[in-house]
């Protein structure tokens, strides 16, 4: 169920070629309290930079306005003044003075049609109230193959609290996000502070520790509006607890379904490392691993070469006892003390487990106790057949 | 021309599924001056601990036996005790009692069969001095689509100095060379210091200047044989700067083979970067776009998507002045303060470069004067296919 006092809009202006939704509105009632976290890529597209100025300014956000198809991306001033431009009409249109944040996502290096924002202005505002949030999840899809939102609530002493979100996101997801939007919607009143810091955790575990073929776009942005109309206000660290587990959780289910959603892919490797030196060398050993084109292409294939996974971790940059090394498949010990335990009759048990839509593998070492986990597509045809052509 | 002095054998002894050429030796009448560049993967397979072991002894080396189809990598005291062993039946067989260094690529994982060393040593023995260079590079090819072989001369007052060279590698290729195993042959007189020297430049700009998958293996080895059988010693400064000339424009050739044989690679991306803060930085930035699978797909479709370059460069962990950044397609400029240049108008320009099998983009920085350039692979249907069931 939604989260209170949000409204959606949305309208197909031409960002994309095809007549499909690609703009939209996401508004909440009263003002709401905004956290963001955004691309590191040194050329952040102008919604990005837009987005980190207001947010520095104030955390009190009315709303998002985003459009798929552009990503509005090394597009210069020009792209900057669109970007403002854009929030103007919408001020005007839907008659608020309060601040709305942009988000885009789609082709680099293309300015907007001329006109397009004036145009797509009214018609946004006309539609005001009449979508629903799964309509915004389809009107930010680009590569997509499907929708991706989710739900929670939180009941607390006071009653409920809801959560919404959606995301968009398919390719270009890793190291620290990629061409991925999402927006997260509560109605809770929160503190700016701890909502900010609450996000960025849920982050680092959620949409930070996932890989589908290791880069990084220009446009990448999380916001979470919080708006209070539920009126619970979150003060005791206890709720906080809780609340931050529902944040990463609902990061987690949407990150979860954008490498499902891999450009092509066909299955999700959940690879973890444990009892590393630090949770760096961890992430950085586990990033080594899925985002191997070689570990990839063999998850593609079912095919359990344990071997490339070894050598990828052996390149990780990382320094480890390599001697101490386990490496399992789910429960299944295949290496061990730097030689294989594995058998050839262990071929159909591995295989099995190749053969799933989720994919366990694990790394046990015995240089400390951190520890990280990641979620990782494979690399298929289609991953080939849609990035070979993509813009054309 | 072959150097003088040097003679091969060739076998088929079963490390292949299918009845090919699998293992080589290749031998020096005389005693010569080895060089080795290896792996720097934390799990390095026998061979390559084998030779790094030997040749911190000694630098003297009758020869090299070579196998493809197994990599023995992975395969713990097992692996190092069949490597020691295969090395001593050449030796009986041959009737040597010089150093020879193994080499061995192919799976990872597996040990050898069991006598397959014993039985077909008396196999190459006899067939020594029967087989050719040519042989050889079809004895150590893998996934390679082709031999790779090179031979360059070098003109001296006293003579000349001849070079000849084999390669293998596909798949696997970088950072910091892969899959990959090279063998230099030369009959001109060295010092063992200046040949290391000599060799680890040439690799330096040649084989750890390619990228096809951003995968590094357990096995990369270069080995390179002086055996100073054209009577010529290395002893001017100016003899060793245009030897060093000619040693690396043949590992260039070589890994410019490599980087075309990219599994299922249709075209080689030269990538450079000039303006750089540190050389570091350079090479840096020209892999993240180099190992882009983002950037690869887009050359494998022919798509001047210069987008995914200019985002791959944002993130690639280098700091630069983003507004001074130049990117050239050939000579064609597209972007330039944060701003494409690029004009709908220059499409066909810019698809008929894309189309070449060459394609040369650069970066220019405003930071300093160092520059890099590598050699990329793209990433086609072919890769997926090659990769998704090379073990099985």
Redesign the interface.
Known sequence: MLPQGFYFSVASAGFKKEAKKDCAMLLSEQIATCAGVFT????KAAPVVYCMQELAKSSLVQGILVNSGN?N???????KKECADSIEYMRENFGLNTPILPCSTG????QFQEGIWKKVAPILATNRNKNTLEEVSEAIMTTDAFPKIAYRQLQTKEGEIRFAAVAKGA??ISP?MATMLCFVLCDAKVSAKWWQEALTKAVTSSFNAITV??????NDTVLALANGASKIEITSSELEKEMEKVLTDICQELAYKIVQDAEGGTKVLRFSVKGAKTEKDAKKMAYAVG????VK??L??A?A????I??????SGV??Q?EDLKLYFEDILV?E????V?KDTMEEMLSAIMAKNEVCIRVELSDGSAEAEILAAD???E???I??????
Do not use: E, H, K
């Open positions: 590191q890529n040194i050329f990503a991306a090394c597009t210069g001033d020009i792209g082709v680099i290096g293309q390719g270009m620290n073929d290791g880069d990084t776009s220009t985002n191997s084109p070689l292409t063999a593609f294939g095919d070469n344990w071997g490339r070894v050598a990828a971790i052996g390149r320094s480890f390599a290496f003390n730097a030689i294989p594995y690399l298929g045809y991953y080939v057949r990035n070979a052509d993509y813009r054309t």
